[in-house]
């Protein structure tokens, strides 16, 4: 059923047509049967689509002077032919249509086209192709232009193929404007001539075989319906030919730009910016990490500390490396140790001191201290070999007292040839002149001394030193130690001195067996350890109500007092002595404490009547250093009770230094002031691995036993527990010539301190990188 | 056995109690290994039990010794709850837990008779903060022409310098045609968000070189023009001579520290720098300077500042400035000189009750010579501070900026002393959002310099998580001087992590400008802004929803 063609006026009796009724106009007579209209618009809009007929004959509309979206949304079987141009969206939304633009298009031209031909004579405005897309279900539309189209062409488009010939074009700057093809996901889009500021969607690629095949095929079509065969020859060179396609999503993903280590490299200061100022090799470290990026390093440091015992030890013995050859099944060597240090193990640690190690013990921590005493005591026998060679130098030691005999030990030791100049009858000094035997059993105080004569020590009893001696040993000698001790009485001279018993002179009666008369009652003045002593004294000579008094809190060691208040003795203090009567003391605040005997117990002074008043300072005693050195002769040391009234134990550990500075004097050597390493601190020695015991239980233990309570601190009991737990193996034990020590390699190593955490002994210590890099 | 007093300080008393599961831990060292604060140690516990299990009783010892980590208890060594150690345990055995009833405020004060001092942030922002209850209300919805933001171009540059008005531009009209009689006075036109002044010294070289290289490859590559300021810890000599000068702002700070190698630099300089900013105070502690501390200067900290290895302190005040007139003599014009007026002289204050006045003082500027106003607000980090500080003082960045902003509208001058504002911006992580609300305010840009520290991988927050950037033992190598941490940074990845955030940054400022339609900055416009806080809005004098 198809009629003659109808036309549609867009101006009717010198009036413009509303776009509504013309295309009302165009609805009637497609009613009507119209297929083909010739449509003499006037701007009218949307004239073209979407119209159909319903047996399918094809509609034909031939326009002139339309007004915006002509064919948009046209139909399958509809061809749109436009004679001269159109504004703009021509084809818009096209859906199958053809349209043939004979002249140039707007802006949006083929905008959202998804099927249909629509073929461009001119040029196209902007964004022209926008988001063309292709449903599968239907033929892929296609955009022919014949010369350029405008800026943000082919925005979003999804599919389809749009083709911009550039004819007479060819030498501007882009025939697809500026900014083509931003967002582009799909489709083609072919082009003759220049193209710039292309978006970064695309790819911009030459032609293959089936694109020419495309291109040589369609062009004709094109070239016909618009007209303009003539251009074929120029359009058929493929040479000027080039197509867009979108990359794919996957394409998209990869990221253009340079990675930053490049421009680093390649672009960037060389060798950085602070390349002058220090070293940088870029390495990126980990958090954990081993050897010079490690933030701490452990370091094995067996007896950098020292530990508390033998800090606390005048005599500086080393409790915790007697216990570890103990531990190690090495009993001699364990009780010949203590005698590099003190000939008097057995009577001095065993009996008379009151133990200072055993006072700050670690062991205290988790149950009572380690059993030092009782160890001391176990050295009785025990002997060493002096063989150090025979050396000629002669020393003399002044007083075969404690700290005179240790210097004697410690000088033959060295191989020194000693003469020790005794005033009293007896070799011990106050040992063995003023000690109770309760105190201190006289066959162990023997045998003792027999091991320090039997090291050929040579001693001269009742041989008081006087000027010329002195002045005389000091020329014949090498050196000259003065080891005097204390034996002069301090009396204080209140009324009635006179009748006061000195207490050393007390004692030393006893001991000499004099058994010296003491009345039923006594009082000490003085509640020191020596006072006690004479307490124990006045009671085995038959007092029967001992009284020691004292103006301040009493300094003698709790286990003297105790022993005294065993037998009997009261302790007053603070009691003021105003005067001594026949009746006993009177107190300060008029009491009398009754007393037949009173005996003065406040220390003792030495005696440096054979020594120049120049030497001494004005409380009388000598001038020295730090070294033990006499100011006014270098040869001539000080040590013991001569310096100040002390322990046995320090009596015996400044003899012990003052022949160590002898020596070392002798040798040309600098003198020591023997500084000790510092005592471990407490949490480093680890109380957690051990269980308390009974105090009981303790008791029973063998003193051998002791190897398993001893903490051993800071000195390595080879436990291997930092080996096993070192959680990067990094920890070995090495073994040469029967010593051990373990070693952490740096490069396993990563620094967290777990061997120094868990170390029982607290051997391992941390240390912290930082202050290696920055002291560097 | 280990005794406590009361005196003691203990567990309880710290802010971070480290949670530790024996049982899952297998001793591997690595929490230990990685924790710079020396806040946790290897150790070992007793676990005895006395138990009978016979029908009578007969007691039985159970004793055990278990090694285990332990936290270290101190005022020197405690957790500072960076997370390290849970980051590195491959058995989530071991994470820092924030104690709720900590007393470390007070314990370390009445310990060690000395403030508290960290670095950081405030830590007692517990209200929504002001930018949060502002949103871009105003979206072109058949109205203005909206723009896309994915396809449109758009012209984001900010100021950094002196513009002149319309009416003292120096034009004249010869022959009809328009000539320029004198030079105006030199705008650099930069990206409106740019790396606020942090120090070399404050941070780690690995940071700071990260930070360089981001913004040269963000002008170079990205084609975003992004300026860093040096900070007032100088710049390298070799950063000096090169051709990335350029996008370096110098700031001169009350120490002036680092300014002879810049001086003995400038015959060899092949550009000029960005800028130059004068720092009078900063945002996160102001009154109380700056503050490097000992164990931060390192050799080539020493060498650039010229000063010994000591605790830094640049002091609160400018020594030889008394008022803002000779702020103005003294500094701009000096500064304006230096580089022989080439490069533009801006000025940065902490944000105060008295910003205002200042403004409208410098907006008088009779000479041309004061080339940016910079307020910097509350909410911002820092490397150091007393605590008081950080916590007690300083000022609001946004109603300050409106204010400033403001003012200058009231005199008919806004836009010729460029506004830039920071304090907190992007502590929401969208610095986009912030700089946009900030710039529809008032300001004509941002800066940022804590939200780089977070790009780059610092662990602290606002709410006293790490914070140690004073202990020079930043975990991760930011702030820190200590070449094992500082080797942990990748300068790679932070320089690409700094470029991607700006990038995506960029992309949203997009998203915002299109849809109301400006095509450039939205300085001043605030009828894009609405707030749900009426508070806010009377305030800022923006429009109030609900």
Request: aromatic residues 8%; charged residues 25%.
């Amino acid at each position: 059923m198809s009629k003659e063609t109808v036309k549609i006026q867009g101006i009717i009796d010198g009036k413009r047509v509303s776009t509504q009724n013309l295309l009302k106009n165009v609805y009637a007579k497609l009613e009507d049967g119209y297929t083909e209209f010739e449509v003499d618009a006037s701007g009218q809009h949307n004239i073209g689509g979407p119209l159909w007929t319903t047996d399918g004959t094809p509609l034909k509309f031939t326009v002139k002077n339309p007004g915006q979206r002509v064919g948009s949304m046209g139909m399958p079987g509809t061809e749109i032919t436009i004679n001269g141009s159109a504004p703009a969206d021509v084809g818009w939304l096209n859906a199958g249509a053809t349209i043939i633009l004979n002249g140039d298009g707007g802006d949006t031209t083929a905008h959202c086209a998804a099927s249909g031909k629509i073929y461009v004579a001119g040029r196209t405005g902007t964004r022209s192709g926008a988001l063309m897309k292709h449903d599968p279900k239907f033929p892929s539309p296609e955009f022919w232009v014949l010369k350029t189209v405008g800026s943000f062409s082919f925005e979003f488009m999804g599919g389809g193929v749009a083709v911009v010939c550039g004819l007479g074009a060819e030498e501007a700057p882009s025939v697809l404007g500026d900014r083509s093809c931003v967002g582009m996901v799909g489709g083609t889009v072919y082009f003759r001539g220049n193209v710039k500021g292309l978006s970064n969607d695309v790819w911009l690629m030459d032609l293959d075989e089936s694109d020419k095949d495309f291109l040589l095929a369609g062009l004709p079509e094109f070239l016909e319906k618009i007209d303009r065969k003539d251009a074929l020859s120029i359009l058929s060179d493929m040479s000027g030919w080039k197509k867009i396609i979108a990359k794919t999503f996957e394409e998209k993903k990869v990221k253009s730009l340079m990675p930053i280590r490049d421009f680093r490299l390649g672009q960037w200061v060389e060798g950085g910016i602070f390349g002058d100022l220090l070293q940088e090799d870029y390495y990126v470290a980990n958090y954990v990490e081993t050897g010079d990026l490690r933030l701490k390093y452990p370091e094995w440091q067996n007896a950098r500390y020292s530990a508390p015992c033998e800090y606390n030890c005048p005599v500086f013995i080393p409790t915790q490396k007697r216990i570890a050859l103990l531990r190690q099944g090495k009993v001699k060597e364990a009780l010949e140790l203590v005698l590099e240090y003190s000939p008097f193990p057995a009577s001095v640690c065993g009996q008379v001191c009151p133990n200072l190690c055993q006072d700050i013990c670690s062991r205290k921590k988790v149950d009572i201290p380690v059993k030092i005493k009782q160890l001391g005591q176990l050295s009785k026998e025990a002997d060493i070999v002096f063989d150090a060679p025979e050396r000629a130098e002669k020393v003399a030691i002044i007083g075969s007292g404690s700290a005179g005999l240790s210097a004697a030990w410690h000088l033959r030791k060295l191989g020194y040839q000693v003469d020790v100049y005794e005033q009293d009858s007896v070799v011990g000094g106050k040992l063995k002149q003023v000690i109770p035997n309760e105190r201190l059993a006289q066959e162990i105080l023997a045998a003792e001394l027999k091991r320090i004569l039997d090291k050929g020590v040579n001693v001269k009893t009742n041989s008081k030193v006087d000027k010329d001696l002195f002045d005389k040993l000091r020329k014949d000698y090498s050196a000259v130690i003065v080891a005097i001790g204390a034996h002069v009485p301090v009396v204080i001279p209140f009324e009635g001195h006179e009748k006061l018993v000195k207490g050393l002179d007390f004692l030393k009666e006893i001991n000499k067996g004099q058994k010296p008369a003491v009345g039923e009652k006594v009082v000490v003045i003085g509640a020191g350890n020596a006072a006690m002593d004479v307490v124990i004294g006045a009671y085995e000579m038959g007092a029967k109500e001992v009284t020691a008094i004292d103006i301040q809190k009493p300094a003698a060691f709790e286990a003297e007092m105790e022993h005294a208040r065993h037998l009997g003795a009261k302790i007053l203090w603070p009691v003021f002595t105003q005067k001594l009567t026949d009746e006993g003391i009177v107190t300060k605040d008029g009491k009398l404490i009754p007393a037949d005997t009173v005996i003065i117990a406040v220390g003792d002074r030495p005696d440096f009547s054979f020594i120049d008043k120049s030497w001494l300072n004005d409380k009388g005693l000598v001038k020295m250093n730090e070294y033990f050195q006499c100011e006014a002769d270098e040869k001539v040391f000080i040590t013991g009770d001569a310096i100040k009234q002390g322990l046995f134990t320090h009596a015996l550990g400044d003899g012990r230094k003052a022949a160590i500075n002898v020596d070392k004097l002798l040798n040309g050597r600098k003198l020591d002031k023997f500084e000790k390493a510092p005592v471990i601190p407490q949490d480093k020695v680890k109380d957690a691995y051990y269980h308390p015991m009974n105090p009981q239980r303790v008791e029973e233990l063998g003193t051998e036993d002791e190897t398993g309570r001893c903490m051993s601190c800071g000195f390595c009991r080879d436990c291997s527990f930092c080996l096993e737990v070192c959680p990067e193996q990094a920890i070995t034990r090495k073994e040469v010539d029967g010593k051990f020590e373990y070693v952490s390699n740096p490069s396993k190593c990563i620094g967290c301190g777990i061997c120094a955490g868990v170390c029982p002994c607290g051997v391992w210590t941390m240390y912290e990188m930082t202050e290696k890099y920055i002291e560097s | 056995m280990a005794t406590m007093k009361v005196n003691q300080i203990s567990r309880d008393d710290l802010d971070w109690q480290l949670q530790y599961n024996t049982d899952r831990c297998t001793f591997c060292g690595k929490c230990v290994a990685a924790c710079p604060f020396r806040a946790i140690e290897a150790g070992v516990e007793k676990r005895r039990k006395v138990i009978s299990d016979h029908f009578t009783p007969e007691p039985k010892v159970q004793f055990k010794t278990v090694p285990v980590i332990k936290q270290c208890v101190g005022e020197y060594n405690f957790c500072r709850g960076c997370g390290i150690c849970e980051r590195v345990c491959p058995n989530e055995a071991i994470k820092p837990v924030r104690n709720e009833d900590s007393r470390f405020g007070v314990k370390y004060r009445a310990t060690l008779a000395d403030p508290y001092k960290r670095g950081g942030r405030a830590n007692l922002a517990t209200e929504k903060r002001t930018l949060d209850k502002i949103k871009v209300g105003r979206i072109s919805q058949m109205t203005d022409p909206s723009l896309d933001a994915s396809r449109h171009t758009f012209d984001m540059l900010a100021p950094f310098g002196r513009i002149l008005p319309a009416d003292e531009m120096p034009f004249d009209v010869v022959d009809g045609k328009l000539v320029m009689n004198s030079a105006t006075p030199k705008v650099n036109w930069i990206y409106p968000i740019i790396v606020g002044d942090m120090s070399i010294g404050a941070l780690s070289w690995r940071m700071w070189e990260a930070m360089a290289i981001a913004v040269a490859y963000l002008n170079e590559q990205v084609g975003l023009p992004v300026r860093m300021c040096s900070g007032e810890g100088g710049v390298p000599v070799r950063l000096l001579k090169s051709r990335y000068l350029k996008y370096v702002i110098l700031q001169i700070a009350s120490g002036h520290f680092g300014w002879n190698r810049i001086i003995n630099a400038m015959p060899h300089m092949q550009e000029l720098p960005g800028g130059i900013l004068i720092k009078i105070g900063q945002g996160a502690k102001p009154g109380d300077g700056g503050l490097l501390q000992a164990k931060k200067v390192a050799s080539h900290i020493s060498e650039i500042r010229g000063v010994p290895k000591a605790d830094l302190l640049s002091p609160p005040n400018h020594q030889g400035l008394y008022s803002i007139e000779e702020s103005v003599q003294k500094m701009f014009l000096s500064l304006n000189s230096a580089f022989k007026f080439q490069v533009p002289v801006a000025i940065k204050v902490a944000a105060s009750a008295t910003s205002v006045s200042v403004y409208n003082n410098l907006l008088r500027d009779p000479y041309n010579i004061v080339g940016g106003f910079f307020v910097d607000g509350l909410a911002g980090g820092t490397g150091a501070a007393n605590e008081i500080s950080l916590d007690h003082t300083g000022h609001p960045i946004v109603s300050k900026l409106r204010d400033c902003y403001n003012a200058a509208v009231h005199q008919g001058k806004q836009g010729q002393i460029p506004l830039w504002a920071a304090g907190g911006l992007g502590a929401n992580w969208n610095l986009a959002a912030d700089a946009f609300k900030m710039m529809a305010l008032g300001a004509n840009g941002v800066f940022t310099g804590k939200l780089m520290l977070q790009i780059a991988g610092c662990v602290g927050n606002d709410h006293g998580k790490c914070n140690a950037c004073n202990t020079g033992l930043c975990p991760v190598g930011i702030c820190t001087q200590n070449p094992t941490l500082v080797k942990r940074l990748d300068i790679d990845k932070t320089a690409e992590q700094i470029v991607n955030y700006f990038i995506a940054t960029d992309n949203e400022l997009k998203k915002m400008l299109a849809p109301i339609g400006n095509s450039s900055l939205p300085v001043g416009r605030s009828d894009c802004l609405i707030s749900v806080d009426r508070a806010v809005a009377e305030r800022l004098n923006i429009q109030y929803s609900c």
